[in-house]
């Protein structure tokens, strides 16, 4: 018998879904209760209630090879870093590609998803919903996929912003700020410095008299572009972050804040984070702002401490300093995440946190048969890492893959939440984060798709040492298991040619430079010197590891 799932939201997630089950043998039907697909993506003038919104200039903080559908690449004349549109124009592709509007009920809202009366038993749940007529209708699916994401409610913590009834100018949440024009020669305050707050701010001081950028605890600003101009992002491997995980953790952070600082000294931009207990890079998620330290220096941005008070048009921070004529506030203050359709039974949703297994798995179901998808915030794309938990939702459907017991999940939940709360500032943001590599590669294992890197090297040591070396791009997780795709291999060996693609828009008669192996040798010497100092007496496997490292050295300067 062919199962049925509902799946609601038709965002990148709910596509992701979608394509899943069909990959499973599954019945999916999802339902989306506006006209078209892309949640969050899709730019709309005017926002819809309850649904995320985006201003028109939005540019995604991810490069396309790591936030791309692990099977479906991003075509190579697309820039790296695309706007809201051109994501919308590869959402709609990848739709068309794999057949997934078909099963796609739009302007269909969904009212209850509750368990039958026979849950214990067959695990099947009743799902209410009522179309943009006013219609409703109950159905019976045997699973249910939740892709609302957790951009829905804005935050407005207006309470803690005493006098802001007496306020002259205009006020509104990020989600209802669309273009700058209106405000040209106006004095504007962002209040928030996370990577809406940053856009917005750098967006209004091109028009504006003056921005101020009021933060309560600073960021740490990292760029989109990094060394001789390659994505930050695809400078990231697995070595990288494995070799990062054996040092201590202050020592990460170090290293961080010190390469962060040789952009600019966070310190002397006002920016640097200050918090009583936590103040290092990987205690809260970084600012993505290529432009924000420019107009700081121009001074069209000036960074502020929290408001203290509104006084009619009058703003006074905490330092004691006031501004006048105030004619826009802009609350950059994040959301809030809940599931009004399901009760709290079944999901419970408390200061934005939710007690799930891996963030995906209620652990109480008598059966699992529900699942949320994309309640994650990584360091790196949610596309991807929502493709993953889709991939082994369906595959616990499908009862090819079986969750521990509850004991276990609970104490797994246990784990993770005291985890973040050591690491990470007390926050409504960070209270579903994740390491995007340790993440993925988490659920991969429960799946069956993580790549397995000595198999690689021994049977196919170019495409091993780009997977260990190279960037960690989603189509790696389709080299083995459920799901295999047979275009995958080329796909991470041609990952740089679609990055350069879309920049080499006129011919270069430079000559090219002769290379030397001089660096390479240098370099390989000290990998194996270091091998040998850190672990002495090491085993074959730390030799193996040194030795490659060697080599890919040699490689990359070859194919540079």
């Given at each position: 018998?062919?199962?049925?799932?509902?799946?609601?939201g038709?965002?990148?997630?709910?596509l992701?879904?979608?394509?899943?089950?069909?990959?499973?043998?599954?019945?999916?039907?999802c339902?989306e209760?506006?006209?078209?697909?892309?949640?969050?993506?899709?730019?709309?003038e005017?926002?819809?209630?309850?649904?995320?919104s985006i201003?028109?200039?939005?540019?995604?903080?991810?490069s396309?090879?790591?936030?791309c559908?692990?099977?479906?690449?991003?075509?190579?004349?697309?820039?790296?870093?695309?706007?809201n549109?051109?994501?919308?124009d590869?959402?709609?592709?990848?739709?068309?590609?794999?057949q997934?509007?078909?099963?796609?009920?739009f302007?269909?809202?969904?009212l209850q998803?509750?368990q039958?009366?026979?849950?214990?038993h067959s695990?099947?749940w009743d799902?209410?919903?009522?179309d943009k007529d006013?219609?409703?209708?109950?159905?019976?699916?045997?699973?249910?996929?939740i892709?609302?994401?957790h951009?829905?409610?804005?935050?407005?913590?207006?309470?803690?912003?005493p006098?802001?009834?007496?306020?002259?100018?205009?006020?509104?949440?990020?989600?209802?700020?669309?273009?700058?024009e209106e405000?040209?020669?106006?004095?504007?305050i962002?209040?928030g410095i996370g990577?809406?707050g940053?856009?917005i701010?750098?967006e209004?001081?091109?028009v504006?008299?003056?921005?101020?950028?009021?933060?309560?605890?600073?960021?740490?600003?990292?760029?989109?572009m990094?060394?001789?101009?390659?994505?930050?992002?695809?400078?990231?491997?697995?070595?990288?972050?494995?070799?990062?995980?054996?040092?201590?953790?202050?020592l990460?952070?170090?290293?961080a804040?010190?390469q962060?600082?040789?952009r600019?000294?966070?310190?002397?931009?006002n920016?640097?984070p200050?918090?009583?207990?936590?103040?290092?890079?990987?205690?809260?998620?970084?600012t993505?702002?290529?432009e924000?330290?420019n107009r700081?220096?121009?001074?069209t941005?000036?960074?502020?401490?929290?408001?203290?008070?509104f006084q009619?048009?009058?703003?006074e921070?905490?330092?004691?300093?006031?501004?006048?004529?105030?004619?826009?506030?802009?609350?950059?203050?994040?959301?809030?995440?809940?599931?009004?359709?399901?009760t709290s039974?079944?999901v419970?949703?408390s200061?934005?946190?939710a007690?799930?297994?891996?963030?995906?798995?209620?652990?109480?179901?008598?059966?699992?048969?529900?699942?949320?998808i994309?309640?994650?915030?990584?360091l790196?794309?949610t596309?991807?890492?929502?493709?993953?938990?889709?991939?082994?939702?369906?595959?616990?459907?499908?009862?090819?893959?079986k969750?521990?017991?509850?004991?276990?999940m609970?104490?797994?939940i246990q784990?993770?939440k005291?985890?973040?709360?050591?690491?990470?500032?007390?926050?409504?943001?960070?209270?579903?984060?994740?390491?995007?590599?340790?993440?993925?590669?988490?659920?991969?294992e429960?799946?069956g798709?993580?790549?397995?890197?000595?198999?690689?090297?021994?049977?196919d040591p170019?495409?091993?040492?780009?997977?260990?070396?190279?960037?960690?791009t989603?189509?790696q997780?389709?080299?083995?298991?459920?799901?295999?795709?047979?275009?995958?291999?080329?796909?991470?060996?041609?990952?740089?040619?679609?990055?350069?693609k879309?920049?080499?828009?006129?011919?270069?008669d430079?000559?090219?430079?002769?290379?030397?192996?001089?660096?390479?040798?240098?370099?390989?010497?000290?990998?194996?010197?270091?091998?040998?100092?850190?672990f002495?007496?090491?085993?074959?496997?730390?030799?193996?590891?040194?030795?490659?490292?060697?080599?890919f050295?040699?490689?990359?300067?070859?194919?540079?």
């Open positions: 018998m062919t199962h049925r799932v509902a799946v609601i038709g965002g990148s997630s709910g992701a879904c979608i394509k899943c089950c069909l990959d499973e043998g599954l019945e999916p039907v339902f209760s506006s006209d078209d697909i892309g949640g969050l993506w899709r730019f709309k005017n926002p819809e209630p309850d649904r995320a201003y028109h200039s939005l540019i995604i903080n991810t396309k090879e790591r936030m559908f692990s099977d479906f690449p991003i075509p190579a004349h697309f820039p790296n870093f695309m706007h549109s051109l994501i919308m590869y959402f709609r592709m990848y739709a068309d590609h794999f997934l509007t078909k099963h796609i009920r302007n269909t809202k969904v998803v509750k039958r009366s026979d849950f214990s695990g099947q799902v209410e919903t009522e006013g219609k409703k209708d109950k159905h019976i699916f045997d699973a249910v996929l892709c609302i994401g951009h829905c409610h804005p935050n407005m913590p207006l309470h803690d912003f006098g802001i009834n007496t306020f002259t100018g205009r006020y509104f949440h990020s989600r209802d700020y669309k273009t700058p405000w040209r020669n106006k004095k504007a962002v209040v990577n809406s940053g856009d701010a750098v209004l001081s091109r504006t008299k003056q921005v101020y950028l009021s933060t309560r605890r600073g960021a740490w600003i990292k760029y989109r990094s060394v001789r101009g390659f994505p930050l992002d695809m400078l990231t491997s697995r070595v990288q972050s494995s070799l990062l995980q054996l040092l201590p953790f202050g990460q952070c170090s290293m804040e010190n962060m600082n040789q600019i000294d966070h310190s002397l931009y920016l640097k200050k918090h009583r207990y936590l103040n290092q890079f990987f205690n809260q998620h970084p993505v702002n290529d924000l330290p700081i220096l121009s001074g941005v000036m960074v502020k401490p929290n408001i203290r008070r009619g048009s009058s703003v921070f905490d330092d004691g300093s006031v501004v006048e004529d105030i004619d826009l506030v802009v609350f950059a203050t994040g959301y809030k995440f809940s599931f009004p359709f399901l039974q079944v419970s949703v200061e934005n946190k007690s799930l297994y891996k963030y995906v798995f209620p652990p109480e179901l008598d059966r699992p048969t529900l699942a949320i994309g309640l994650v915030q990584p790196g794309s596309i991807p890492v929502s493709e993953m938990q889709a991939r082994w939702a369906t595959r616990v459907f499908k009862g090819c893959v969750l521990p017991s509850v004991s276990a609970l104490k797994d784990y993770k005291e985890t973040m709360a050591k690491r990470y500032v007390t926050s409504q943001r960070h209270t579903i984060q994740v390491d995007y590599v340790a993440y993925m590669d988490e659920i991969a429960l799946v798709v993580k790549p397995a890197l000595s198999r690689l090297l021994l049977t170019r495409l091993g040492l780009n997977v260990m070396f190279g960037p960690t989603p189509c997780y389709r080299l083995r298991g459920p799901g295999k795709w047979a275009g995958a291999r080329q796909a991470i060996l041609t990952q740089w040619e679609r990055v350069a879309p920049m080499q828009t006129r011919i270069c430079e000559p090219k430079a002769q290379r030397s192996f001089k660096w390479p040798l240098i370099l390989s010497v000290t990998a194996l010197a270091l091998a040998v100092y850190v002495p007496g090491s085993s074959l496997d730390l030799l193996l590891w040194s030795c490659l490292s060697s080599a050295i040699v490689i990359t300067h070859l194919s540079i």
